[in-house]
Each structure stands twice: as C-alpha cells, then as structure tokens.
C-alpha cells in the first residue's frame, strides 16, 4: 500500500506560478520504481490528465499543460512536483497525485493505469 499526500496548493492570480507536491510513503518498494501522475478535476468536469514521470524520468503532458507546467521527482525525498507557471483561470481544479507500479506506456493519460491515489490539493486561479 503506498500512501499519497498533496501538498501545496492554494489561490493566485492568473499569470502566476504554485508548486504542488506529492509526498510518498508505506510501501517496501522503492518509490523510484514508481511511475507517477498528477491529475485534476474541476467542478462539474470529469477528472483529466495533466502530466506524469516515469520511473526513468520520462515525463508526459496534457496539451493544455504543456510549456506551462513542469513534473520532476525526487527519488530521495519519495516526492514527486509539478511547478505550473503562467497560470489561467481554467487550470482551477483539484489536483490528484497518482502512482502506478507499471512502467507508463501508451495510456499513460488513463486514470485506471494508476494504483494509488492522493487525497487532492485545491489550486484556484482568480481572474
């Protein structure tokens, strides 16, 4: 069992910049055998894929991310960030913190290749 705990969100205005952070813990296996994502789920909206690292620090983006939000591991710490810049009122969400033990392949963006989930962060851009 691995648990997930998210961190760092909050309320900025649009054009700003928020780190999350996901914290790992409780499993017997490395958590640098991990693959993990970030997912986010606005009101009303179904919860969507917005970036994932693989075990080899291979990273994956939505494209409504992409040039704007960065995810990065630190294997020493079990934690895994995403640095999101050049924030808009529509990245407001709920943002979920995944694991899978699988090696991510071509349904990286599938919610149902995760094992492990977090309790989600609340990020808010204001207009």
């Known amino acids: 069992q691995v648990l997930l705990v998210e961190s760092g969100g909050g309320l900025v205005q649009a054009g700003g910049s928020l780190r999350v952070s996901c914290a790992a813990s409780?499993?017997?296996?490395?958590?640098?055998?991990?693959?993990m994502g970030w997912f986010r789920q606005a009101p009303g909206k179904e919860r969507e894929f917005v970036a994932a690292?693989?075990?080899?620090?291979?990273?994956y983006y939505a494209d409504s991310v992409k040039g704007r939000f960065t995810i990065s591991r630190d294997n020493a710490k079990n934690t895994v960030y995403l640095q999101m810049n050049s924030l808009k009122p529509e990245d407001t969400a709920v943002y979920y913190c995944?694991?899978?033990?699988?090696?991510?392949?071509?349904?990286?963006?599938?919610?149902?290749?995760?094992?492990?989930w977090g309790q989600g962060t609340q990020v808010t851009v204001s207009s």
């Open positions: 690292i693989n075990w080899s620090s291979r990273t």
């Open positions: 409780g499993s017997g296996r490395a958590f640098s055998n991990y693959a």
């Open positions: 995944a694991a899978t033990r699988d090696t991510l392949g071509a349904n990286y963006y599938a919610s149902k290749e995760y094992n492990y």
